[in-house]
């Protein structure tokens, strides 16, 4: 069955990104060293805060720097937290092969606001979408079905009408259980094959 619209998670999916890079440079102008810093992002509950709309972007830069003794101002902050990412190509083409069918897309994702403010600014294809539900908008994070119910409100949209693809198995198997289609992406290669035996690419 064809799909009404396809929602795409962003980060491994359209774009890749690297926490390390981003640790790296805070750590230049910081007192902790960038493998202490990506392990404090990872495994702190701050992310999570800042992701699901608990904190602003200023209250996780005072909690960074306290963190880390980083030195440089808020705007080198934002720059080295959220330049971190680069386009997946080849997903980036199939994303317009399926706008050029006419099928509305959706970028369905766990984020903040500076790295959507980053992609915005230098990724032309990221405008190209019609609707766009974020994790911290909505204060809650996927797998948590409240991200979903926004979804198919927005998208006004339900069950087998969604095609939706993610990363992460856990989150793809939430939409599974609303009765979504599904496909965990492994690499682009296999997301395209999945797309063609739908007809979509």
């Given at each position: 069955m064809k799909p009404k619209i396809i929602?795409?998670?962003l980060g491994k999916v359209l774009v890749d990104f690297d926490y390390s890079i981003g640790a790296r440079r805070i750590a230049a102008r910081g007192t902790m060293f960038p493998g202490d810093i990506q392990k404090f992002l990872d495994h702190s509950p701050l992310l999570y805060r800042y992701e699901t709309g608990l904190m602003n972007r200023?209250?996780?830069f005072h909690e960074v720097r306290?963190?880390?003794?980083?030195?440089?101002t808020f705007e080198e902050f934002c720059e080295f937290f959220a330049d971190i990412f680069w386009p997946i190509e080849p997903m980036v083409q199939l994303h317009a092969a399926v706008r050029k069918r006419g099928i509305p897309t959706y970028i369905f994702s766990n984020t903040n606001d500076l790295a959507v403010g980053h992609i915005r600014r230098h990724f032309p294809f990221y405008a190209n979408f019609d609707g766009?539900?974020?994790?911290?908008?909505?204060?809650?994070?996927?797998?948590?079905?409240?991200?979903?119910?926004?979804l198919?409100?927005?998208a006004n949209c339900r069950s087998t009408?969604?095609?939706y693809?993610?990363?992460r198995a856990e989150n793809i198997a939430a939409g599974a259980a609303r009765g979504w289609q599904v496909i965990l992406q492994e690499s682009p290669d296999k997301t395209r094959a999945a797309f063609e035996q739908l007809g979509l690419a």
């Open positions: 929602a795409f998670d200023e209250q996780f306290t963190a880390t003794g980083f030195r440089g766009y539900i974020y994790s911290y908008e909505h204060g809650a994070m996927k797998p948590s079905a409240a991200l979903y119910e926004v198919e409100r927005q009408e969604i095609l693809l993610d990363d």
